[in-house]
């Protein structure tokens, strides 16, 4: 079992506005890494992993194999696979436990629950959960054996995902289990005031969503599956992917964001980028690089 994560540090009086990179620290734990965001402290939590051959992955129902192997290769990564990480987001706010996606419960990945108790959270403590969207590995940690996980939580969705959600018969299982628990909101909200704002990112699916937490003059965008592989899908953010399901939207979308944040410098969560996933964007020639801060 992981030890418990060491006492959090002090909070910073003065929070730095942003650009200034967030800052990461390795808790007792391999399977958390905490941030602060403004005097907010964040956790990344590992749920699992996924390493693919290229031929196998999303990128390469449209894409040539070559290309991709040569755009990882440049990247000094090994050729012939493609790994993704699985990271749900944890913020501890004066205004409640805030989680963000839940892995998928089980194998391939599945170890969520292991990474929350060393954070020192318990699934009762949860109140509130905020999901990108509903794609398996996203919402797979909400339900076991058809009863909640996260007992206390209201689980917060966009109503077009919602809508998505309950019209996918794989999903039937989860969406009985949660159904009193959802509270649905509109593209775009303001779900905490002053705290948390969702942002409409759909494509990927019908209701995607990310989300941005503010604190002073800091916020961080948690950007779901905008994007998936830190080095195809910011490098290359024109080449599709098989899961998206309104492709030419998720596209068109994907690149007006990689251009806001290289504008912005704001820090981002990625989800799927290697562990934690923090780090921001900056534009590199005619394209875009992600940097881990
Ligand atoms: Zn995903």
Known sequence: MPEAEAPPAEATAEPTPTPEPTETTKAASED??????GDMEGHALIDGGFTMPVADSPFAAAQPVEEISAALEEADLPGDTMSLSLHPMLMKTPDGTLLFDTGTGGPPAGSLMTSLEAADVAPEDVTHIFISHSHFDHVGGLAKDGALVFP???????????????????????????????????????????????????????????????????????????????????EHPGWK??????????????????????????SIYAYHFPFPGVGHIETAGDSFVYIED
């Open 241 to 266: 992917i098989a899961f998206d399901t309104d492709e030419p939207a998720a596209r068109a979308k994907r690149q007006a964001l990689l251009a806001e944040l290289a504008e912005s410098g704001e």
């Open 152 to 234: 206390n939580a209201t689980i917060h969705m966009s109503a077009p995902e919602w809508e998505f959600m309950q019209a996918n018969e794989q999903q039937a299982a989860i969406v009985s289990a949660i159904s009193d628990r959802v509270e649905t909101f509109e593209p775009g909200a303001e779900l905490i005031p002053g705290l948390l704002t969702a942002v409409e990112t759909q494509g990927h699916t019908p209701g995607h969503s990310s989300y941005r937490v503010t604190s002073g003059e800091e916020s961080l965008l948690y950007i779901g599956d905008t994007m998936h592989h830190f080095v195809i899908s910011v």
């Open 32 to 37: 958390v890494i905490t941030f602060q965001i």
